[in-house]
């Protein structure tokens, strides 16, 4: 199953995913039964890594999980890319690897080739990836896909406000933005620019949100983008952009209704985590994840995500069950 990263490779990996769910749920939904777990009897220890989008997800679970009564159980949440956990995760160092963007066809014939013992793949909650710009902004209110392919496509040389719109002011326009091991990176340049890690590259990179949130609260003409989350963490120095949404002509603002009734296009998605076979097969990395989503809806509140539509729930719930099922008769 081929797994590019392009427009086509997107939509098929995630409508491959969604379909072998779907047939699943058709086969056997009646015959599975939920897994339970005493999360006090769990020991051991869970590695996970890759997203910084999706870490506070995680990292938020890992902390409720242990208040739960897994306090035995040591869940270590880093911080790397979705590429870069991939990397870690297909050469075997990590449990889980939290992803904002379907594994590429090369990642997954690498863990092939490694030997990892196959994954699973969950979908956890939703994104709406943010754009934001310094509060002291006050004429960037809404942009359209094609104004933010003017400014992030390769070879442009944009840098002032003016020349994003007729109308801006003469303001100074500075970048900060994902860093190329980012899945973030990937889905952005591929929605605007459209073609998955094709960029400018004169502008400020990191891995690290936390870093880009201080770049643009810090310029009066800063501009970025990363996941909601940190965006609902900084709303006190950052102010959100509205998407023109390219159907309607609406301008959408992220949130959690734009995200699940489907209007913030094309800046809602999906996020990740993918559990490697062998750590799957283990009981407290069964229990983390069963608790992840029985629990999902007070996560993603408390990590400011954008929550699981029922029907999304029902499919990541009735996919997971199946998977513990046939991980405990193998």
């Known amino acids: ?24 749920v058709a086969v056997a939904a009646s015959t599975v039964r939920n897994p339970t777990f005493n999360l006090k009897a769990l020991s051991g220890s869970i590695t996970a890594d890759g997203s910084s989008t999706v870490n506070p997800y995680t990292q938020a679970t890992a902390e409720l999980f242990a208040k739960a009564g897994a306090s035995k159980v040591k869940v270590t949440v880093g911080i790397s890319g979705t590429g870069g956990g991939f990397q870690r995760f297909c050469k075997g160092e990590i449990d889980l690897s939290d992803a904002s963007r379907p594994m590429r066809q090369s990642e997954a014939q690498s ?14 909650a939703n994104d709406a990836l943010t754009v934001v710009v310094n509060r002291q902004n006050t004429w960037a209110a809404c942009l359209s896909v094609p104004e933010l392919k003017k400014i992030w496509e390769p070879g442009s040389k944009v840098d002032n406000w003016k020349d994003v719109r007729a109308g ?3 303001v100074s326009l500075k970048l900060f933005g994902p860093g190329t ?27 690290d949100d936390n870093v880009l949130v201080r770049g643009v609260s810090g310029e009066r003409g800063g501009l970025g983008y990363f996941g909601f989350s940190y ?38 998605r999906p996020l990740f985590v993918y559990a490697k076979g062998t750590s799957f097969k283990r009981r407290e990395v069964q229990a983390f994840l069963d608790y992840m989503f029985d629990n999902e809806a007070a996560i993603a509140k408390r990590a400011r995500f954008v929550p699981l ?21 193998g």
């Open 1 to 24: 199953m081929k797994l590019s990263l392009g427009r086509r490779g997107i939509a098929v990996a995630m409508g491959v995913a969604a379909c072998l769910v779907l047939a699943s």
């Open 111 to 124: 863990c092939k080739d490694n030997s990892i013992g196959g994954w699973r793949a969950f979908t956890v």
């Open 168 to 170: 801006f002011p003469d």
């Open 181 to 207: 091991d980012s899945g973030t990176f990937d889905y952005f340049t591929e929605v605007i620019n459209e073609r998955a890690r094709a960029s400018r590259t004169d502008y400020q990179a990191s891995e």
């Open 231 to 268: 965006y609902e963490a900084n709303q006190s120095s950052l102010r959100a952009v509205q998407i023109r949404n390219p159907k309607t002509g609406q301008c959408v603002a992220p949130g959690v209704q734009s995200v699940q009734n489907n209007s913030y296009k094309p800046l809602g």
């Open 309 to 329: 539509t029922k029907a999304q729930l029902k499919r990541a719930r009735t996919g997971f069950h199946l998977a513990v099922a046939a991980a405990r008769r």
